[in-house]
């Protein structure tokens, strides 16, 4: 019963989260499992403690022991086992119950101290240490799944503290009665009764951490399940703000015909006005004429010389005034008596623009009422497109912000799921922002989907879909995904498509990864690009390793110290040795001129 066999290796660093977890989970399986054990097996069949003081009493006489001197039940068992040759048939069964006493006592003291050691262990170095929501990586973003957990972890965090706290002082009480093993018989209903309680205290210390193992394994799920959210709210966005910037289109080409309409409207005013002033203009003088023709011929004088000073106050400069005023002048001094002739025509055709003023003027209330109606309604087109442009730009930052989340949620996902990070934390704890990881499937992505070309089709039937999607429904994808790129076609063709189909077999996806797209190509004998993104992955991993851009003398370099920080006989002849095996002649008489150089 070594409880502490799983923390043999404490020093270690952890292989993965996974181990952590399943390290976790068995310590909490062995501490139910060890205190179910004990509540159904030591709980029952106590015997008679009152009797058990005889017992021992006659057992340390026959001994010639003093039964003061025995503190615990560890001292009994030494008495026992020294007086079985000794022991009579008359305290046979006091002596088995006493057995079976310092049994329950050997075993409760595993579990209380053994088992809860291994608790704290496992719940301070490993499920808190490690199991983490990395909220810190958000920046801010409010990320449903990431808070939820965060907030698990804080209220688990407490309830365990609470938990471990309740059995500490159960434990503290029960040491009280092992002073003395008299003590602690005379008190031994008691004391079974703080053992019953200690062990279900135990089990509740155990149920908050198996919820936090358990949330911790779904914890990448559920946030790969809120990218999923946020990237269908993305396209939903972009289909609303298709809609909108559609309508706003329209609304423009509307405002751009009616301002032309308006513009229109505004030149056959002008127009049908200087038309009006023009026949105006043409009764004011058939006017002048029929009341100089209306006139006396006596006041002609008088009348050539209010003529002349009409002609001098005149408003128009047209020439058609000017001449006429200047004719006029000209006939009334010379055939005035013509001018009487005329007036009856002059009657008519003075009634005659009149009407045609009255048909201008109805006209001109009707282009008038035209053009208000006109400008209400440029007015009220603009006023939407304003609104139509602020929604498509509340729209642009609402996409905006849904790509901060997915790319933090991205973050947190790459970090929670990488092997190293286990390691990064070991060796420096986790500091927020200075764990970074590019993402490695993205990139596979970019590679894939300019290799396969056009047989992303291909590509998207072999990959695995977990919750499983059957042929009918991968058939549907693919005519959506065809069909949205052939509405919106970036110039790219097959490579688009293929890059389509993989972005969205990584979103219905919960087991797209790394692994499952290279099984995928492998299946589709595409083993030059399997080669390309194994050869990318791991230039990509050794640069990222060696940051002063010497690539792999960085590496060379970082495995020879670690060689002489771990291997007391790294020496020079060990490593000319070594070079020679690998028939590197050449660094060899390198190294060997180096030296004698040095040793001149």
């Given at each position: 019963?070594?409880?502490?066999?799983?923390?043999?290796?404490?020093?270690?660093?952890?292989?993965s989260?996974?181990?952590i977890?399943?390290?976790?989970?068995?310590?909490?399986h062995?501490?139910?499992?060890?205190?179910?054990?004990?509540?159904?097996?030591?709980?029952?069949?106590?015997?008679?403690?009152?009797?058990?003081?005889k017992?021992?009493?006659l057992?340390?006489?026959?001994?010639?022991?003093?039964?003061?001197?025995?503190d615990?039940?560890?001292?009994?068992?030494?008495?026992?086992q020294?007086?079985?040759?000794?022991?009579?048939?008359?305290?046979?069964?006091?002596?088995?119950q006493?057995?079976?006493?310092?049994e329950?006592?050997?075993?409760?003291?595993?579990i209380?101290?053994?088992?809860?050691?291994?608790?704290?262990?496992?719940?301070?170095?490993?499920?808190?240490?490690?199991?983490?929501?990395?909220?810190?990586?958000?920046?801010g973003?409010d990320?449903?799944?990431?808070?939820?957990?965060?907030?698990?972890?804080?209220?688990?965090?407490?309830?365990?503290?609470?938990?471990?706290?309740a059995?500490?002082?159960?434990l503290?009480?029960?040491?009280e009665?092992?002073?003395?093993?008299?003590?602690?018989?005379?008190?031994?209903?008691h004391?079974?009764?703080?053992?019953?309680?200690t062990?279900?205290?135990?089990?509740?210390?155990?149920?908050?951490?198996?919820?936090?193992?358990?949330a911790d394994?779904?914890?990448?799920?559920?946030?790969?399940?809120?990218?999923?959210?946020?990237?269908?709210?993305?396209?939903?966005?972009?289909?609303?703000?298709?809609e909108?910037?559609?309508?706003?289109d329209?609304?423009?080409?509307?405002?751009?015909?009616?301002?032309?309409?308006?513009?229109?409207?505004?030149?056959?005013?002008?127009?049908?006005?200087?038309?009006?002033?023009?026949?105006?203009?043409?009764?004011?003088?058939?006017?002048?004429?029929?009341?100089?023709?209306?006139?006396?011929?006596?006041r002609?004088?008088?009348?050539?010389?209010?003529?002349?000073?009409?002609?001098?106050?005149?408003?128009s400069?047209?020439?058609?005034?000017?001449n006429?005023?200047?004719?006029?002048i000209?006939?009334?001094?010379?055939?005035i008596?013509?001018?009487?002739?005329?007036?009856d025509?002059?009657?008519?055709?003075?009634?005659?623009?009149?009407?045609?003023?009255?048909?201008?003027?109805?006209?001109?209330?009707?282009?008038?009422?035209?053009?208000?109606?006109?400008?209400?309604?440029?007015?009220k087109?603009l006023?939407?497109?304003?609104?139509?442009?602020?929604?498509?730009?509340?729209?642009?930052?609402?996409?905006?912000?849904?790509?901060?989340?997915?790319?933090?949620?991205?973050?947190?996902?790459?970090?929670?799921?990488?092997?190293?990070?286990?390691?990064?934390?070991?060796?420096?704890?986790?500091?927020?922002?200075?764990?970074?990881?590019?993402?490695?499937l993205?990139?596979?992505?970019?590679?894939?989907?300019?290799?396969?070309?056009?047989?992303?089709?291909?590509?998207?039937r072999?990959?695995?879909?977990?919750?499983p999607?059957?042929?009918?429904?991968?058939?549907?994808?693919?005519?959506?995904i065809?069909?949205?790129?052939?509405?919106a076609p970036?110039?790219?063709?097959?490579?688009?498509?293929?890059?389509?189909?993989?972005?969205k077999?990584r979103?219905?996806?919960?087991?797209?990864?790394l692994?499952?797209?290279v099984?995928?190509?492998?299946?589709?004998?595409?083993?030059?690009?399997?080669?390309?993104?194994?050869?990318?992955?791991?230039?990509?991993?050794?640069?990222?390793?060696?940051?002063?851009?010497?690539g792999f003398?960085?590496?060379?370099?970082?495995?020879?110290?670690?060689?002489r920080?771990?291997?007391?006989i790294?020496?020079?002849p060990?490593?000319?040795?070594?070079?020679?095996k690998?028939?590197?002649?050449?660094?060899?008489?390198?190294?060997q001129?180096?030296?004698?150089?040095?040793s001149?």
């Amino acid at each position: 019963m070594d409880g502490s066999r799983a923390f043999r290796k404490i020093d270690q660093i952890p292989a993965s989260v996974e181990a952590i977890r399943r390290t976790v989970m068995g310590v909490i399986h062995a501490v139910e499992g060890e205190t179910d054990i004990f509540l159904q097996r030591y709980l029952t069949e106590i015997g008679t403690p009152e009797n058990w003081a005889k017992a021992i009493t006659l057992m340390c006489k026959h001994l010639e022991k003093d039964p003061d001197t025995l503190d615990d039940y560890k001292d009994l068992f030494q008495v026992m086992q020294r007086y079985r040759t000794n022991q009579d048939s008359a305290r046979l069964t006091e002596i088995t119950q006493l057995r079976r006493m310092v049994e329950r006592g050997k075993m409760f003291e595993y579990i209380a101290h053994s088992l809860r050691n291994d608790l704290v262990i496992a719940y301070d170095r490993y499920l808190k240490k490690y199991c983490l929501s990395f909220l810190p990586e958000a920046k801010g973003q409010d990320l449903q799944s990431v808070r939820d957990y965060e907030n698990k972890i804080i209220e688990w965090k407490e309830d365990v503290q609470k938990r471990f706290d309740a059995v500490d002082k159960l434990l503290d009480e029960s040491d009280e009665y092992r002073n003395s093993l008299i003590n602690y018989i005379s008190h031994y209903e008691h004391v079974l009764s703080l053992m019953e309680d200690t062990c279900k205290a135990m089990l509740r210390v155990c149920q908050p951490m198996k919820k936090w193992c358990t949330a911790d394994a779904s914890y990448p799920r559920r946030v790969q399940e809120e990218i999923n959210i946020y990237n269908r709210r993305k396209m939903d966005l972009r289909d609303v703000s298709k809609e909108l910037e559609y309508e706003r289109d329209q609304l423009n080409l509307k405002l751009r015909r009616r301002e032309f309409f308006i513009v229109k409207l505004e030149r056959m005013i002008y127009e049908v006005r200087s038309r009006k002033r023009f026949y105006k203009r043409r009764e004011l003088e058939l006017k002048e004429h029929q009341d100089k023709v209306e006139a006396d011929i006596s006041r002609k004088k008088r009348d050539l010389d209010e003529v002349k000073s009409k002609f001098q106050n005149r408003k128009s400069n047209s020439p058609s005034v000017y001449n006429y005023l200047s004719d006029l002048i000209e006939s009334l001094r010379g055939d005035i008596w013509t001018l009487e002739k005329k007036t009856d025509a002059l009657t008519k055709q003075a009634n005659a623009l009149k009407h045609k003023q009255f048909e201008i003027q109805k006209e001109v209330d009707w282009l008038t009422g035209e053009f208000d109606a006109s400008n209400s309604m440029r007015d009220k087109a603009l006023e939407k497109l304003t609104k139509q442009e602020e929604a498509i730009s509340l729209i642009a930052e609402d996409a905006i912000g849904l790509d901060g989340k997915i790319r933090a949620l991205k973050v947190i996902r790459e970090i929670k799921l990488h092997s190293s990070t286990v390691k990064k934390i070991y060796h420096f704890g986790y500091n927020p922002g200075r764990i970074e990881y590019k993402d490695e499937l993205d990139t596979a992505f970019k590679i894939t989907a300019r290799d396969v070309g056009k047989d992303w089709v291909w590509l998207y039937r072999q990959l695995p879909f977990k919750p499983p999607r059957d042929s009918i429904v991968r058939n549907m994808d693919i005519e959506v995904i065809d069909r949205n790129l052939r509405r919106a076609p970036d110039g790219h063709g097959f490579t688009s498509l293929a890059m389509k189909s993989l972005e969205k077999w990584r979103r219905l996806s919960t087991i797209a990864s790394l692994p499952e797209l290279v099984s995928a190509l492998k299946k589709m004998k595409k083993r030059d690009t399997v080669r390309k993104i194994q050869t990318e992955m791991l230039i990509d991993r050794n640069l990222r390793r060696a940051p002063d851009g010497h690539g792999f003398t960085s590496l060379a370099m970082k495995s020879l110290e670690k060689w002489r920080r771990l291997s007391t006989i790294a020496s020079l002849p060990e490593l000319v040795s070594a070079l020679k095996k690998m028939k590197k002649r050449d660094t060899v008489r390198k190294i060997q001129t180096e030296m004698r150089a040095l040793s001149l």
